[in-house]
């Protein structure tokens, strides 16, 4: 159980920089998260296209300072 909750990243084949697209609070719901994304492709922040060919992962938020810097920009 991890008390700061789970970053949703992808990373695209070819390279090896991981891009941060969601963080939620339990591993079900990046689970959850992570199956919507691989059966109907999200678009991309910037470019508004549609992600193909990535790989989704869970990482795990590990500290408080970590924590606290990602949800600082939070939009709700």
Not at 33 to 56: A, I
Request: with cysteine; proline share 5%.
């Amino acid at each position: 159980m991890n008390k700061y909750g789970y970053k949703v990243c992808y990373k695209q084949h070819g390279k090896r920089k991981l891009k941060i697209y969601l963080v939620t609070n339990t591993y079900h719901s990046a689970e959850w998260c992570v199956r919507w994304y691989e059966s109907r492709s999200p678009l991309d922040r910037k470019t508004q296209k549609p992600l193909e060919r990535v790989t989704w992962l869970i990482v795990p938020i590990k500290t408080f300072i970590a924590y606290k810097r990602l949800w600082r920009g939070c939009p709700f």
